[in-house]
């Protein structure tokens, strides 16, 4: 059976193939003439094996071609690292694809999965969004408990393919994305490659696969946009996004749903509203504002028309992970093979929220008192960017789904982020940070 890295992408078509009965007698009387004295045999025999052997070293060359000209990927070496950290260690287990691996919510989920004995591959492609030696420290955390990282994109179809040939993974956790709500507006299409074309080729790939694994993936509260009603349920409006960003999501829900339609692949899409914690994202406003209360410099809170405060369902990472994990338990299967569906499969959403809102200036004084450092506010009307006024969360979905009850307030989330700042970047006013 061809693999489906042949499959996918078939080296050009129209190759010469030999006609193996019709030359089958003509190559004897050859093949007789030729060797018919044993010193020609020899010298055959050697040209023979000269040929094998650089035969050999080209395959191998090519087959760990994109080491010499892309990403650093392929070959056998490569190949066991993946196998390894694939390997699952409980009965009942699930191998998982993690992509995002290296970043916030991908290497928290990454290590919960890989501590209860699933297997786990990362895939992170390292970008520069923010600091990238944070996401390397996160990776090195990772490869210490046996989790292997690779370095690559998710619009690399040909790694994608490689990846399931190696492995037969049964879900994908899809967390790779261009994050970041006011970004949008500075770099349009990094959102378009990574939310809308990375998906797509994910997506490709998972529904040619032998066994489609099933699919939980990063969807996002901005998705509800400038809905007015308060908790947002999943059922409510998400016609109306307010950035790009948001809008990325919402595509992503709708072409998830066309592979789950067309295909068969078990999808569930997750709404997570402001995940903060450890080891989180420099260019969230919780992280940023911890680094410039700890310099010194003065932090920029936006306010909402008619001096408005502005609120968010910040979340918990360690909620979220639950409610990741949560999701994969209860993912039922994809039920196509090879591109084809067999039957109709599941196709969720939920949100992942804490259900409590907490206002910006709230977060601050918060924030002041675990750092015991006054902020300097700059007070500023919400500029036009991309921006909600408020996220507030209805999870009795995921509640009945698979018991998600997120259990971590603002006050005691943020003291662990701080304390793991402090530890990360050291006393010395966050001078490190990106
Ligand atoms: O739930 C999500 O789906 C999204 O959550 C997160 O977006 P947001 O809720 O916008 O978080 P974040 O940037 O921390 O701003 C928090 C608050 O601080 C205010 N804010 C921000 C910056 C600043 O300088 N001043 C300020 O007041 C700001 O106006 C806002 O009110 C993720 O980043 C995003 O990737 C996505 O996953």
């Known amino acids: 059976m061809p693999s489906l890295e042949e499959q996918l992408f078939p080296s050009t078509p129209g190759k010469f193939k030999i006609d193996r009965s019709s030359h089958h007698h003509a190559m004897n009387r050859q093949f007789h003439r030729c060797f018919s004295s044993t010193s020609t045999m020899f010298l055959w025999a050697l040209f023979l094996i000269a040929l094998t052997a650089s035969y050999l070293s080209f395959q191998s060359f090519v087959d760990s071609g994109s080491k010499y000209f892309t990403a650093s990927w392929g070959g056998i070496q490569w190949e066991k690292q993946v196998r390894n950290s694939a390997q699952i260690h409980r009965g009942g287990g699930m191998s998982v694809l993690v992509t995002g691996a290296a970043g916030f919510v991908g290497s928290h989920v990454s290590l919960a999965l890989k501590k209860r004995g699933d297997g786990v591959v990362g895939i992170d492609n390292f970008n520069h969004y923010y600091d990238p030696s944070l996401k390397k420290a996160r990776r090195s955390m990772l490869a210490e408990h046996g989790i292997f990282v690779v370095a690559g994109d998710i619009n690399d179809g040909k790694l994608l393919a490689k990846l399931f040939d190696v492995v037969g993974f049964t879900h994908v ?60 349920s999943e059922s409510d409006r998400t016609d109306q996004p307010a950035s790009l960003y948001a809008a990325t999501k919402k595509a992503g829900e709708e072409i998830t749903h066309t592979y789950n339609h067309i295909y068969g692949l078990s999808i569930t899409g997750l709404r997570f509203f402001t995940v903060y914690g450890p080891w989180g994202r420099p260019d969230m406003a919780y992280f940023s504002f911890t680094k410039n209360i700890l310099q010194g410099k003065p932090i920029t809170v936006y306010r909402g028309k008619n001096r408005v405060d502005l609120a ?6 360690d909620d979220v992970v639950k409610g990741c994990l949560g999701s994969l338990d209860t993912a039922g299967r994809s039920t ?18 804490n259900t409590s809102p907490v206002t910006v200036p709230t977060l601050v004084s918060i924030l002041e008192r675990h750092l ?21 969360a209805n999870i009795s979905s995921a509640r009945r789904e698979f018991g998600y009850r997120p259990t971590t307030d603002l006050q005691t989330g943020l003291k662990k982020f701080v304390k793991w700042y402090l530890a990360y970047y050291g006393h010395n006013h966050g001078k490190a940070v990106n």
């Open 312 to 317: 968010r369902d910040f979340t918990y990472i």
């Open 173 to 232: 956790m899809h967390l790779a994305a261009q994050a970041g709500v006011r970004y949008a507006m500075e770099n349009p299409n990094s959102y378009i490659h990574s939310n809308i074309a990375g998906l797509v080729t994910l997506l490709e790939i998972c529904k040619s696969a032998e066994t489609q694994p099933a699919v939980v993936w990063a969807s996002s509260s901005s998705v509800y946009g400038l809905n007015e009603k308060s908790p947002f």
């Open 372 to 392: 015991k450092v006054k902020a300097k506010k700059k007070v500023v009307e919400m500029p036009g960017n991309g921006d909600v006024p408020f996220t507030h």
């Open 336 to 353: 196509g093979s090879g591109g084809k569906k067999t039957g109709p499969a599941p196709y969720r959403i939920f949100n992942l929220g």
